[in-house]
């Protein structure tokens, strides 16, 4: 079983900054791609980041320069940290394989004006 557990967000005024993280099981998380994306209420979700396994990374616009994706296999664990935080950001993050369908339960950013 695929289970993806994600953690790390909160409510935050603009400006601010969060370290999200997802603990994954069921897959060899060594192998995979790991991405980011998230879900504003009433929009599609969309995509925010990825990292290979060997390391490289992928960064919607609209995050360039602000969130860094990172890794660590040991913990089976990819992380998103998020700094200079915008209002619209707010939204429900997800991890995911970057080519597989399974999700995680979401952990929820607020972002304050």
């Known amino acids: 079983q695929v289970q993806l557990v994600e953690s790390g967000g909160g409510l935050v005024q603009a400006g601010g900054s969060l370290r999200l993280s997802c603990v994954a099981s069921g897959i060899i998380f060594s192998i995979n791609t790991m991405s980011w994306y998230r879900q504003a209420p009433g929009k599609q979700r969309e995509f925010v980041a990825y990292i290979t396994s060997n390391g490289m990374t992928v960064y919607a616009d609209s995050v360039k320069g602000r969130f860094t994706i990172s890794r660590d296999n040991a913990k089976n664990t990819v992380y998103l940290q998020m700094n200079s935080l915008k209002p619209e950001d707010t939204a429900v993050y997800y991890c995911?394989?970057?080519?597989?369908?399974?999700w995680g339960q979401g952990t929820q950013v607020t972002v304050s004006s």
């Open positions: 995911k394989t970057h080519l597989g369908q399974n």
